[in-house]
């Protein structure tokens, strides 16, 4: 009988597996980040990300709360590349050193605040169509899922795509915006810069409203 995992050894072990997730898996510049060092940095990020990283969903400020550590750090370190280009975000990207910006990544990335409420309430039609578009896709538009990469429901794939529930409506239609005109281009596949091509502004709107009420019961 294995008996080892109460001693010392095995907590060690056990404390290694579950710290896993927080070194940046993926990316080019394996940083292992820390939460504590990451909360000093986030003060900095507070007046816009909110005081838990809820977002700012009426001022367009994403949500950053509980997206994965590898997803945070990429898009800081694509700001500073001109991969993803932003004028608030890039300069502020560029002031902090990889170190840091894995930090706040992991920092991030462990906290679960409740969603920040949303400020527009959505008809029914266009979150029916935001639907549609989340689970189903458009074959008349050669629109996949939204689901089959982002996750039943949008709650994200953790080594992949970004959770979209609970985000900011506002925000993600302008990230799609960014996608068409080649502000954002930081998908190494090219796959969402296909799937923003196709979405119209109504489809856009649809989905974006969809996936931000998705965090709200109530409606
Ligand atoms: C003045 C407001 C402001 C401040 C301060 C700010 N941000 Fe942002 N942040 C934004 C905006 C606006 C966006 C969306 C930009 C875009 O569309 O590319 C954003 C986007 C991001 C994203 C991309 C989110 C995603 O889902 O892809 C990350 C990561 C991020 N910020 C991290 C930080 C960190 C870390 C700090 C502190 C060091 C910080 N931000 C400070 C306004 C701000
Ligand atoms: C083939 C896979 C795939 C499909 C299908 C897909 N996405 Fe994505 N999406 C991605 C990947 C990968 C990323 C992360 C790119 C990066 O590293 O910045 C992403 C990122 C995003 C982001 C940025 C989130 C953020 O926090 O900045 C939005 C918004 C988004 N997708 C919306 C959608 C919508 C809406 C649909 C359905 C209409 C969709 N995606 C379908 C792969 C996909």
Not at 176 to 188: M, Y
Request: aromatic share 6%; hydrophobic share 40%; charged share 20%.
């Amino acid at each position: 009988m294995n008996t080892n995992l109460g001693t010392p050894v095995g907590l060690g072990l056990l404390v290694a597996l579950l710290a896993i997730p927080a070194v940046s898996i993926g990316a080019e510049v394996q940083r292992i980040g820390n939460v504590k060092r990451g909360a000093l940095v986030a003060a900095a990020c507070q007046s816009c990300h909110g005081a838990q990283g809820e977002g700012a969903p009426a001022m367009g400020y994403p949500r950053l709360a509980g997206q994965t550590a590898s997803y945070l750090e990429k898009q800081l370190r694509d700001y500073v590349s001109g991969l993803r280009n932003n004028p608030v975000m890039a300069p502020l990207a560029k002031a902090y050193s990889e170190q840091q910006r894995a930090d706040v990544a992991v920092y991030y990335a462990s906290l679960a605040p409740p969603y920040a409420a949303p400020t527009v309430k959505p008809d029914r039609r266009s979150l029916a169509r935001g639907r549609l578009l989340a689970r189903t896709g458009d074959e008349s538009k050669q629109l996949q899922a939204c689901a089959n990469c982002h996750g039943p429901d949008g709650s994200g794939e953790p080594l992949t795509a970004p959770y979209l529930v609970g985000q900011s409506g506002s925000y993600l239609a302008s990230t799609i915006n960014e996608w068409k005109s080649g502000a954002r281009k930081n998908d190494g596949g090219r796959q969402m810069a296909v799937v923003a091509g196709r979405l119209d502004e109504k489809d856009t709107a649809a989905v974006a409203a969809y996936f931000e009420s998705l965090g709200h019961a109530d409606f």
